[in-house]
T-cell receptor, first 113, second 114 residues
Framework: DAKTTQPPSMDCAEGRAANLPCNHSTISGNEYVYWYRQIHSQGPQYIIHGLKNNETNEMASLIITEDRKSSTLILPHATLRDTAVYYCIVRVANAGNNRKLIWGLGTSLAVNP | NAGVTQTPKFRILKIGQSMTLQCAQDMNHNYMYWYRQDPGMGLKLIYYSVGAGITDKGEVPNGYNVSRSTTEDFPLRLELAAPSQTSVYFC?????????????FGQGTRLTVV
């Protein structure tokens, strides 16, 4: 699976958009980009995933560059409850049953009042 | 709908003791996973299962064992606990119908070995 690179930490003002970048320059054509977050001491929570088109759901938007070498997770109106570690994971959905997630260190996002 | 339930939430073990961390999911998911997370680090996969009766090693399986006799349950067994196994343990599950990677996590078991 391709390796991802994320900044270790970011700050964002409450109510503003939080834009979290992720580099995955070695991504393969069949690898998806997944985002999870982990609020302190809790289990990780799935946010969104995409292959090459931009995606949006009730939590966030995912913007993937045309060459797919990087992506940005956007929280449109960050709240204090969005303070968490955000993980960007690149993963191929194998034709077989071997599906695993490889986790890096993520980006620690602090939303400030 | 409970999702993924882990018990216990906290446990202190003495070196050499053994215990079983319980994990149950009520979503009829095929895949289940056990991860450990050391302070300030990402998650590391211990074992996983693609269905009842089928398990396989992950990245850090040494010192652990698992079984999957039913779709719902995926217990993790620690034999001869060591201080290096002090960590937070997360169980997760996912469905093959959704690509197998939108995983749902339990709230974790915080284990300390002294």
């Amino acid at each position: 699976d391709a390796k991802t690179t994320q900044p270790p930490s970011m700050d964002c003002a409450e109510g503003r958009a939080a834009n979290l970048p992720c580099n995955h320059s070695t991504i393969s054509g069949n690898e998806y980009v997944y985002w999870y977050r982990q609020i302190h001491s809790q289990g990780p929570q799935y946010i969104i995933h995409g292959l090459k088109n931009n995606e949006t759901n009730e939590m966030a938007s995912l913007i993937i560059t045309e060459d797919r070498k990087s992506s940005t997770l956007i929280l449109p109106h960050a709240t204090l409850r969005d303070t968490a570690v955000y993980y960007c994971i690149v993963r191929v959905a194998n034709a077989g049953n071997n599906r695993k997630l490889i986790w890096g260190l993520g980006t620690s996002l602090a939303v400030n009042p | 709908n409970a999702g993924v339930t882990q018990t216990p939430k906290f446990r202190i073990l003495k070196i050499g003791q053994s215990m079983t961390l319980q994990c149950a999911q009520d979503m009829n998911h095929n895949y289940m996973y056990w991860y450990r997370q050391d302070p300030g680090m990402g998650l590391k996969l211990i074992y996983y299962s693609v269905g009842a009766g089928i398990t396989d090693k992950g990245e850090v399986p040494n010192g652990y064992n698992v079984s999957r006799s039913t779709t719902e349950d995926f217990p993790l067994r620690l034999e001869l606990a060591a201080p290096s196994q002090t960590s937070v343990y997360f169980c997760a599950s996912s469905s093959v119908d959704r690509g197998g990677t939108e995983a749902f996590f339990g709230q974790g078991t915080r284990l300390t070995v002294v």
